[in-house]
């Protein structure tokens, strides 16, 4: 079992800035990645970013050049820094764990970007 905590959100002027944190405990030996994604009102949950065991990372057509995914093993933390943020970036940003079989989940942070 894998238990996620994620921190950091909040509102932000467009073109600011905001840094997620992602404090993961419990089981850790089954996840081949950590991401972040988000789910804005109205729409499908979406992959924001995400960093693999071996520290591969991907991002979103729509964060690249903005968003960076990093983590720190030895606080079992991942981060995502949100730069440049825009309004259409307002949503609630969930961590995951992600298995072969599932993904594990946080219960999300919200983040406002007011224009």
């Known amino acids: 079992q894998v238990q996620l905590v994620e921190s950091g959100g909040g509102l932000v002027q467009a073109g600011g800035s905001l840094r997620l944190s992602c404090a993961r405990s419990g089981s850790i030996f089954s996840i081949n990645a950590m991401g972040w994604y988000r789910q804005a009102p109205g729409k499908q949950r979406e992959l924001v970013a995400a960093?693999?065991?071996?520290?591969?990372?991907n991002y979103a057509d729509s964060v690249k050049g903005r968003f960076t995914i990093s983590r720190d093993n030895a606080k079992d933390t991942v981060y995502l820094q949100m730069n440049s943020l825009k309004p259409e970036d307002t949503a609630v940003y969930y961590c995951?764990?992600?298995?072969?079989?599932?993904?594990?989940w946080g219960k999300g942070t919200l983040v406002t970007v007011s224009s």
């Open positions: 995951a764990a992600m298995t072969l079989n599932m993904n594990y």
């Open positions: 960093i693999t065991r071996s520290g591969s990372t």
